[in-house]
Each structure stands twice: as structure tokens, then as C-alpha cells.
Nanobody, 120 residues
Framework: QVQLVESGGGLVQPGGSLILSCAAS????????MGWYRQAPGKQREMVAI???????IYADSVKGRFTVSIDNADNMGYLQMNNLKPEDTAVYFC??????????????WGQGTQVTVSS
């Protein structure tokens, strides 16, 4: 009933910045939390950043101080601001959310991913 769609990925030079967006649509009463994960070639998917409805955030040590996660609840949009990008940030980035739909059930959803490539 809920769809998440990431956008904003692309090719950027080291030290550059990108903003990833996560658009949530469907039967949404509220977004309880939203997270960003990434998966580099040959590696397991890892947590990048998480934010909940109380604006509490957690970040992977590797991105702390460089990335900022946020939610626009009015628009059901999530964002990941990525600054001072490094080659090791290259990965497919996935948006995930815990959503209370039109009913009373909380469910977890995933987007399809967007490619971020950091290279000279």
C-alpha cells in the first residue's frame, strides 16, 4: 500500500555534495521512522542514517559529521544531505521507512535504490 522512491543519485567528485530524496506515497497516516542504507559492490548492506518522528537521529561512524538525515512530514518526504563525499561513499543508497498506514498496522518498506558514485 506504500511506495518509497529514491532520487538524487549521480556522479560527483570527491569533496562534492548530493541530496538524496525519498518520496513516500500511498496509504500513509504517519511515518514513524526513516532510514538510509547503502550497499557497495561486493559488500553487505549497511546502515547510514536513521531518523524517527521525534527527530532523533543516528549515523554510521563513517558518515557522522558529513551526512544529515531529515524528514518533511507534511510532504511525506525524506532527505539525506551528503557533504564532503568520499570514494568509499560509492554505493546504491536505499530508503526505508516504518509507516503507519490508513489502518493501525506498522509496516516497514524499502525503496528501489539510487546509485551514488564518487570519483575523479
Amino acid at each position: 500500500q506504500v511506495q518509497l522512491v529514491e532520487s538524487g543519485g549521480g556522479l560527483v567528485q570527491p569533496g562534492g555534495s548530493l541530496i538524496l530524496s525519498c518520496a513516500a506515497s500511498g496509504s500513509i497516516f504517519s511515518i514513524q521512522s526513516m532510514g538510509w542504507y547503502r550497499q557497495a559492490p561486493g559488500k553487505q548492506r549497511e546502515m547510514v542514517a536513521i531518523i524517527n518522528s521525534g527527530d532523533n537521529t543516528i549515523y554510521a561512524d563513517s558518515v557522522k559529521g558529513r551526512f544529515t538525515v531529515s524528514i518533511d512530514n507534511a510532504d511525506n518526504m525524506g532527505y539525506l544531505q551528503m557533504n564532503n563525499l568520499k570514494p568509499e561513499d560509492t554505493a546504491v543508497y536505499f530508503c526505508t521507512a516504518v509507516v503507519l498506514s490508513g489502518g493501525t498496522q506498522y509496516k516497514n518498506y524499502w525503496g528501489q535504490g539510487t546509485q551514488v558514485t564518487v570519483s575523479s
